[in-house]
């Protein structure tokens, strides 16, 4: 496959330089000075179409391939010079030439020329044009981004530019469901985007920009074409297909309204083709557009999840899977100086997982052998409103509350062989978790500039959260000795109830002052304060039907936790030459107390945490980035409840109410280099991090049962984290990557009360090539390799991929993708392969609003995937159903 790569490569490579001339030069003022990112275009005086463009590099080099015999407009244009057009006349020969700017003040059609080239670069924000990236087969804004230089759009809807994640969308300025990129990327019609703005060192607090490190912020802004605004636009879709033994459908509408004053978005999507317009995954990670406000406190309470494992997909696929979906977002300006926007989504899957997995315990070797059917039903609701008032240039007001509200149900049926020791036992087990958990987050910000030198910020958020998991197992042997447990059942029914609530309130205020122009003082206060509420009881039920609550203190919690963190910060920017070097330290004063078993626990003290950043603009578009942090690490109350506590039908925890907090020390190394001259994005990041007294497990195993307890560990944990990434688009009609990632761990707990040190290696490394043609078949083929190396065993995923898009004929769309996977691990007791190829055709004329497609999934009729994971105290290899070849008929209408 890799010689295969490298030969298409050489081969696409050597005609298309077979078939152009070069013509190169320098950009330069009236004194000779280079002028670096100045824009040079080339027009086909006979086709009139653009042939080539490019930007200056730091030198004012520019170099363009243009055909061969060929006369050529050239425009060239560069901020505050009067732009200019040459005429040159291509042979076979290359040429070079050097061009002078005016000095001759500013003119309009220097802006045209911006406007007309592919990708242009104005401070922080890079412009892509998207018809220049077009070739007619794009549906949506993610095959539109997928052929942007430094852009990619990961396998969860997340878009990535130059390595960092985009944490807003918007659509002409105006936030599109804020907190997700996923809704946006899968819906916006990719005809109605006339341009793509990333927005680098965001803020959306204009006030503070230029205060704060905003290095890793990016943002995407989608301009519209001008026949997309003040009108409804979007499409409507239906279709209609076959199974391997059912019907399936699809009823997707999307409507989109924009004007200056305000916008609607409405999309809705009713399926049984496995299409997730909104995973579980992605509810519970929603952020709705909520930042960490105390990332530079120093401090990490986080406040974690009571979802009972609720079962995942892998890569959105199970053995079926229907939804229905809608959301609707909007955005409104009742003056120019208020906005006020939100949306609401509410989502209804129904899915079926069918998984076979092999757990083995990493101290004893024993196994634990899973056949499971399980079936899912997810009730979700997200729901938000935003409010912005500024009502001049020196104040900012902003509130915004999000809630979110879920019904879960999981029934599980599994078959369990148990491997002990070289004896086996099997056992049908039944399952059943159910929550409704609610959270409500509220957000309020002040941001004032009293002066040029003096600005206040103040920012405060709310958490409320209502968690009721419930947890249920019917089995034949009794795994565990509870006290006040009746045994000689036959099945063992244990049952457990939890109830936690959580009140969470961080507050802090900010003041800068602007020492100089380059250096500014920054005086933190803040506050965090949190009240926790955990109960939890556990009973069994008889084979007779009678309830048997077991009512010992050590089957059930009663919580009450309050945690209190006050602390003040100092920290000092300055710019000085190519550096940015931000040193701080904030000082703490801790008070935790815990109530449960009738008596009180409380821990007190204070600790000084250092913290420091450093930027080394190395050029305009190469940067060295460094960060350091001392952080202190806070358990909620889930681990302090000292009574048992359900995990599965398998395991049992139990919190102390004594741990203390664990201290991090993170290590964060950044290199970044976008070269506009030939299209080269590079970017690379290392981060490690080292923990001591961290909370660790003890945990002691019965064959494959398990207790566990935890603890604060006198050994550190380490963990190192590197990624890397070289892309580059050449000949206007390439574009090839490379991308690798790494991941070490190393975890000390204690099993069966001996010290057990455990590693994870995990590594990824991927090339891939495309082409961008306008009337040419377009191709992209890519290899992938994982390898994932735990103690004792490894597994290895050899993955290569290809897409091929067509527009033909005027009318025609013809797009397929094909993967195939060989999986295997080092002893090829595990070896199996499988691929999976998809399909489609769509036929549209030319301005007809009608399109008809035939798409086809899974035609190869693969029956199942495989995965492995891995915890500190065991390996976990598994093999899931996905759902069989269907073939869908849709018709759509675009308004």
């Known amino acids: 496959m890799n010689k295969i790569l490298c030969f298409v490569a050489f081969l696409l490579t050597s005609v298309s330089f077979s078939q152009s001339v070069r013509f190169d030069g ?55 010079m009067k732009s200019k057009e040459i005429s040159i006349a291509t042979q076979s020969a290359n040429i070079i030439q050097n061009i002078i700017m005016d000095d001759a003040g500013i003119e309009l059609d220097g802006v045209e020329i911006v406007r007309e080239m592919p990708v242009s670069i104005s401070g922080d924000t890079i412009v892509y044009n998207a018809d220049s990236f077009k070739s007619g087969t794009e549906k949506k804004l ?105 019907s399936r459908y699809i ?51 986080n406040v974690s999840s009571n979802d009972l494992g609720i079962s995942i997909l892998r890569n959105n696929r199970a053995k079926e899977i229907e939804t229905k979906f809608g959301a609707t977002n909007f955005a409104y300006s009742p003056t120019k100086n208020w906005n006020i926007s939100g949306f609401g989504i509410l989502s209804t899957s129904k899915t079926d997982l069918e998984t076979k997995s092999q757990t083995t315990i990493l101290d004893s070797g024993d196994q634990q052998k899973r056949d499971e059917l399980t079936h899912q039903k997810n009730n979700l609701g997200l729901f938000k409103l935003s409010s912005s008032y500024k009502p001049n240039t020196k104040l900012q007001f902003d509130y915004d509350i999000l809630t979110k509200l879920s019904k879960q149900n999981e029934d599980t049926d599994l078959l369990r062989e148990s491997v002990v020791k070289d004896s086996s036992a099997t056992e049908t087990i039944f399952t059943t978790k159910k929550q409704n958990p609610t959270s409500i987050n509220q957000n309020l910000s002040l941001y004032y500039t009293q002066s040029d030198k003096n600005i206040f910020a103040f920012e405060m958020q709310h958490l409320y959260q209502d968690e009721n998991p419930f947890y249920n197992a019917n089995l034949r042997t009794q795994p565990f000795i509870l006290s006040g447990y009746t045994s000689g059942q036959q099945r063992n029914d244990l049952n457990q109830d939890r109830f936690v609530k959580t009140n969470k309130v961080d507050a ?131 681990q302090l409840a000292s009574g048992y506590v359900l995990s599965d039908y398998s395991s049992l925890f139990r919190g102390d109410r004594s741990l203390e907090n664990a201290t991090s020390q993170v290590h964060t190394l950044r290199y970044f280099k976008y070269n506009m001259f030939n299209f080269e994005n590079i970017f690379a990041n ?67 009360n001996e010290l057990a040190t455990t590693e994870s290696f995990t590594q990824s490394y991927t090339v891939k090539a495309s082409t961008n043609y306008k009337n040419m078949p377009n191709l992209e083929l890519g290899y992938n390799a994982l390898i ?108």
């Open 508 to 638: 802090k205020l900010d003041y800068y002052y602007m020492v100089t122009p380059k250096s500014n003082i920054n005086i933190t206060l803040g506050n965090t304060y949190s009240h926790q509420d955990f109960n939890s009881h556990i009973f069994q039920m008889l084979d007779n039907g009678d309830r048997n609550d077991l009512s010992d203190p050590k089957n059930n919690n009663q919580v009450k936790y309050n945690f209190n963190d006050v602390f003040l910060g100092f920290h000092y920017k300055i710019l000085t030459g190519k550096f940015t070097l931000t040193p701080g330290f904030s000082v703490h004063s801790y008070t935790m107390t815990n109530v449960q078993s009738g008596t009180d626990y409380s821990q007190s003290f204070a600790k000084v945490l250092p913290d420091f950043f450093a930027l080394y603009q190395i050029k305009k578009a190469e940067t060295l980035t460094y960060n350091f942090a001392l952080s202190n690490d806070f358990t909620d109350v889930n």
């Open 142 to 246: 993610e095959d539109v981004l997928k052929k942007l230089p430094g852009v990619e759009v990961n396998a969860d809807g997340e878009i990535e530019v130059e390595g960092k994640k985009v944490s807003k969308l918007m659509v002409e300025g105006k936030d599109f469901f804020d907190g997700d990129t996923k809704l946006g990327v899968k819906n916006i019609p990719a005809d109605a985007i006339d341009k793509i703005q990333v927005l680098r060192n965001y803020n959306e607090v204009s006030a503070l920009k230029g205060l704060e490190n905003d290095q890793d912020n990016v943002a995407m802004n989608i301009k519209l074409k001008e026949g997309k605004k003040n009108f409804w636009f979007g499409d409507m879709t239906a279709g209609i297909g076959v199974g391997e033994l059912d």
């Open 788 to 895: 994932n190396k735990y103690s004792g065993s490894t597994y290895y995923t050899d993955k290569p991929f290809a897409r091929i898009d067509y527009y033909f004929l005027n009318s025609f769309s013809f797009v397929s993708e094909y993967e195939f996977y060989h999986y295997y691990n080092t002893s090829k007791s595990v070896d199996n392969e499988y691929d999976f190829l998809s399909a489609s055709l769509i036929y549209q004329k030319k301005d007809s609003k009608w399109e008809y497609k035939v798409s086809a999934t899974n035609l190869l009729n693969t029956k199942y995937l495989n995965d492995d994971s891995f915890s500190q105290f065991s390996t976990r290899v598994s093999q899931y159903t996905v759902q069989p070849r269907y073939i869908i008929f849709s018709m759509k209408y675009n308004l």
């Open 26 to 80: 320098f950009i330069q003022d009236e004194q000779k000075n280079p002028l670096e990112m100045a824009n040079i275009m080339a027009v086909n005086n006979a086709t009139k179409a653009m042939d080539s463009y490019g930007i200056t590099n730091d030198k004012g080099r520019f170099q363009l391939t243009l055909k061969p015999n060929t006369a050529y407009t050239v425009k060239v244009s560069y901020l505050g």
């Open 251 to 301: 009823i997707n509408p999307k409507l989109f309204y924009y004007s200056p004053e305000y916008s609607i978005n409405v999309i809705t999507n009713f399926n049984n083709i496995g299409e997730l317009p909104l995973t579980a995954q992605d509810y519970f990670k929603f952020t709705g557009g909520f930042k960490n406000m105390m990332k530079k406190g120093g401090s990490n309470f």
């Open 686 to 752: 290392a981060v490690y991090t080292k923990k001591v007294d961290a909370i660790k497990t003890s945990a002691k195993f019965t064959g494959i049962n398990q207790e566990s307890n935890p603890y604060n560990s006198n050994l550190a944990d380490e963990t190192f984290s590197g990624m890397g990434n070289y892309g580059r688009s050449f000949l206007k009609n390439y574009k090839a990557s490379a991308n690798a990632s790494l991941n070490w761990s190393k975890f000390n707990n204690i099993q069966n």
